[in-house]
């Protein structure tokens, strides 16, 4: 079944750029008839091949999308583009078939063992510092989460009653993982929870200090708020706390950032999370961060809009970061996962 996405807007694309390492995009026209003549080709590669935040594929009607066509220097249609990580790798002028299915499965195939290879190095740093993982770590990169200045650390409109701001970077594997009955042997032993929740509504404001400048690559977040069946019976709907939807990152802020503040400070980077986002065995999204802009990172904040659901809190179980420390990457590698796109 194609999942093929059609742009509706320059935004749009700029969403999908963002959230998904690979987009393949098709520019054509109603009334184009060798565009007519590859559209089954291509919604037959879109089937086989889209994997969510992973490789999507879109079509942009230059009719109706004038601006996102001009931008893109679009002169004849069909033309098909290939973007990694924000980046154009490769472009296609007219219905040739062959050469659009050859770059496009290439593309898959890369992205294929890039999973691969994440995977494996994930194993590898797990089994080394025994820290648990609720995603895999990119080839090339490494779980960072220790450089964290856990003493700088501030958080808004925290629920005393959970965790303490320190409790979302720990190493361990998450008790509601673990089930409930762990949680519930934990608080009767009179730990804390291992979670933090927002208090008053559902933001939640973090300002994360690190002890040394870093390249941050992603962050991933685990948020595993109880189920139905794990819930209270009489507990409402809007009682019961909420996985983040809405992110908005600052970077090398000095201090906290306000509330009301907010608004008035342009961040790095938006991120919306989906429920696909989610992988459903450890309750982890990876949020793939525009690299180029998270170069010699002494601090983050993290603004947590809104959350998935009708609650009233959001509830954060760990962050885990993913980058580098010490010496500079080479500008060659830089090149290669770098994003050059807007804010």
Request: one cysteine or more.
């Amino acid at each position: 079944m194609s999942q093929t996405v059609h742009i509706t807007s320059p935004t749009h694309l700029s969403q999908l750029l963002t959230t998904s390492r690979i987009v393949v995009a098709d520019f054509y026209a109603d009334w184009c008839g060798p565009c007519k003549a590859i559209a089954p080709v291509y919604e037959a590669l879109s089937a086989q091949l889209s994997r969510p935040r992973t490789i999507t594929f879109v079509k942009i009607n230059t009719d109706t999308q004038p601006a996102i066509a001009q931008s893109y220097n679009i002169t004849a249609m069909p033309t098909f583009m290939l973007f990694k990580a924000g980046r154009e790798t490769q472009r296609i002028r007219g219905a040739d078939p062959k050469a659009l299915d050859a770059a496009v499965k290439a593309l898959a195939h890369e992205a294929g063992r890039a999973d691969e290879d994440g995977a494996a190095a994930s194993s590898a740093v797990a089994g080394a510092s025994g820290a648990w993982a609720g995603a895999t770590v990119p080839k090339g990169y490494a779980d960072i989460t220790d450089s964290v200045d856990q003493l700088g650390l501030d958080f808004l409109n925290l629920d005393s009653d959970a965790g303490g701001a320190r409790s979302i970077f720990d190493k361990s594997r998450p008790s509601a993982l673990a089930g409930k009955g762990a949680v519930t042997a934990a608080a009767a032993a009179g730990g804390k929870k291992d979670w933090i929740e927002s208090d008053t509504d559902e933001q939640l404001m973090l300002f994360i200090p690190f002890q040394s400048s870093l390249k941050l690559h992603s962050l991933h977040i685990t948020s595993l708020p109880p189920t139905s069946s794990e819930a209270d019976e009489e507990e409402e709907e809007e009682d019961k706390p909420m996985r983040p939807k809405t992110l908005k990152l600052y970077t090398n802020r000095a201090t906290v950032l306000g509330f009301d503040e907010a608004d008035d400070h342009p961040c790095t980077q938006q991120i919306a999370l989906a429920p696909a986002d989610w992988d459903p065995r450890t309750g982890t999204a990876k949020v793939e961060l525009r690299f180029v802009k998270f170069q010699n990172i002494s601090s983050l904040v993290v603004f947590v809009v809104d959350g998935e659901g009708r609650g009233e809190k959001v509830r954060v179980d760990r962050v885990r970061f993913v980058g580098e420390t010490g010496e500079s990457r080479k500008m060659g590698r830089l090149e290669k996962v770098g994003d050059e796109g807007g804010e």
